[in-house]
């Protein structure tokens, strides 16, 4: 009978090409729960502000139901506010609300120009961020992997300006669109590098708005895919590409971007993922993190969850991030159908 792995150790030698003793459940996405937050009295809405609380909060979701990480931040504001947006953490509501952003930086097609500051990793919460993984490190880091994530180029250009101006000028426009793009880059990359000294284990990098429902694979290969190779040739430890929705056509570029490994969500078909990219590519997905684990039932998650797995994937991995008011016994029955998977 195999030896019974640590989180941490399934998980690195997962990354590694190793064998390991079950599959992998983890995230590279924010999984606060309501079930973890009320075990430690926080509220949703400080924990985004508090290094303390947002480590605490993060470390539960393992602590509490095996899951295979624990990790940080929960929303995706962080890179665009070091960058000076100003954001709406909603400090004094008791309701589940990520922080957003309430004024972008770029309003015009003329202000693309940015200038990006020079103490950018000393701006906005990242050197909270690099407080809350050494508090996480310190914690459980021994056993369970920490890792965190960053947001893609495209993705972060659509936070700093709005989305729709984005997408017109990505083909009217491409130059200027490319410019932003490659100083966005730069910024990803500080940033992942603090969070690399700060300990994390594995970095996600999330290119949510290069979809295949937006973006045709051409335009994916020719704006996209460059900037993220520039991205993934400067992270050091092991890394994850996450793009939602439909992207069957564009798997073989996510894979050539140099991420170690890609993740897809359940617009994926997976078993057709594994025929295109062969038995030993790294592809971690793919249930609905709301509509299964979140509203579904035990069985609904057993059976999504066995699906994964039979379709292919080398990790049980959701498909963005989940939901806070997961069910406890939702949580469970996902794990247990891992955990038993494969035995007689």
């Known amino acids: 009978m195999a030896e019974i792995m640590t989180a941490k150790e399934r998980v690195l030698k997962l990354f590694a090409g190793e ?26 809405a400080q924990v985004h502000l508090n290094a303390r609380q947002m480590a605490e909060t993060a470390a539960t979701t393992s602590k509490i139901f095996d899951f295979d990480c624990c990790v940080m931040p929960f929303d ?6 070091a960058l000076g947006c100003k954001i709406n953490t909603y400090p004094h509501s008791e309701d589940l609300l990520y922080p957003t952003i309430k004024e972008k930086i770029i309003h015009n097609e003329d202000e693309m120009d940015i200038g ?4 950018l990793t000393e701006r906005g919460r990242i050197p909270l961020m690099r407080e809350a993984i050494g508090i996480a490190k310190k914690d459980i880091g021994d056993s369970v992997p920490v890792g965190s994530y960053v947001l893609g180029p495209f993705t972060l250009a659509g936070q700093i300006m709005e989305l729709n101006d984005l997408l017109k000028l990505s083909f009217k426009k ?6 932003l793009m490659e100083k966005l880059s730069a910024v990803i990359v500080q940033v992942a590098q603090e969070f690399e000294k700060a300990g994390i284990d594995y970095i996600t990098v999330r290119e949510m708005g290069a979809t295949s429902d937006v973006l045709s694979p051409r335009a994916f290969n020719t704006l996209i895919l460059p900037h993220l190779k520039s991205i993934f040739k400067e992270i050091k430890v092991p890394s994850v590409l996450h793009i939602c929705g439909k992207t069957n056509d564009i798997v073989g570029f996510m894979m050539g971007s140099g991420a170690k490994a890609i993740s897809v969500d359940q617009k994926n078909d997976v ?18 993190p709301y509509n299964v684990l979140v509203s579904g039932s035990e069985d609904l998650v057993r059976e999504t969850t066995r699906k994964c797995l039979d379709d292919g994937v080398s990790a049980v991995w959701p498909g963005c991030d989940i939901w806070p008011t997961v069910p406890p016994e939702n949580f469970r029955a996902m794990m247990e159908t891992v955990k038993d998977y494969g035995k007689q």
């Not at 590279?28 to 009320?38: D, Q, R």
């Not at 995706?76 to 506010?81: D, I, K, N, P, T």
């Not at 990006?116 to 103490?119: F, K, L, T």
């Open 116 to 119: 990006v500051p020079g103490d």
């Open 174 to 179: 491409p130059d200027k669109v490319n410019a």
């Open 19 to 44: 064998p390991t003793d079950r599959a992998a459940c983890f995230s590279g996405m924010g999984n606060a729960t309501t079930e973890g937050l009320t075990r430690l009295g926080y509220k949703f």
């Open 76 to 81: 995706l504001c962080v890179e665009a506010e």
């Open 271 to 288: 078993a057709d993922t594994r025929k295109k990219l062969g038995p030993n590519a790294l592809v971690f997905g793919n249930y609905d």
